[in-house]
């Protein structure tokens, strides 16, 4: 009795073990980070895994697409390296970009999955385009974004935060916000 006792602790304590260190182990990921695309605006990563999602200015001829002004795809880092698009689920209910024009080279967005943070994607005085948001209550420019998902399921994941990450125009420092969602 006592021995089959014995047996079930040693079970779950190696069970939980286990369970423990894989959820370090996913927390210890080294995350890449995309360089080389000149249309880049930022990118987003999130747990499980390093593929990245890049968000990326989207022009024709040279001129801004108005009716969808940000591209969005992923670089499979765990797989290949290879971009794929974004297929309809992820497109429509996850890390898709809505946007509203509302002036020449200036547009209203946010993510489709969450509507409260609104962005603006604008051209710059130095001619360029960027997305600006407040980051920690301050005009900056979004550069990356990481989601820390811990369970939960395909439909509703547990987001435990998400971290903005930026430059502050005036300063050019960099700025950072976690938010609890």
């Known amino acids: 009795m006592k021995f089959a006792y014995l047996s079930k602790v040693i079970l779950f304590n190696f069970v939980l073990f286990l369970g423990i260190k894989r959820i370090e182990a996913q927390r210890d990921v080294r995350y890449p980070t995309p360089s080389g695309n000149t249309n880049q605006l930022f990118f987003v990563q999130r747990d499980p895994n390093i593929n990245t999602l890049i968000y990326e200015l989207n022009l024709k001829n040279g001129l801004v697409v108005e009716d969808e002004p940000i591209h969005v795809f992923w670089i499979r880092y ?18 898709g970009i809505k946007s509203k024009l509302i002036s ?24 360029k385009f960027y997305v600006f948001t407040d980051i920690n209550k301050k005009q900056a420019i979004l550069k990356q974004v990481f989601v820390r998902v811990n369970g939960g399921s395909f439909w509703v994941p547990n987001v435990e935060y998400v971290e903005l990450k930026g430059i502050d125009p005036t300063s050019g420092l960099e700025v950072v916000e976690r938010m609890k969602i």
């Open 78 to 95: 765990a797989e290949k390296g290879q971009h794929d698009e974004l297929n309809y689920i992820q497109r429509n209910f996850a890390y």
């Open 104 to 127: 020449k080279d200036n547009y209203e967005i946010h993510f489709v999955s969450y509507k409260k943070k609104i962005m603006y994607l604008k051209k710059s005085t130095d001619n």
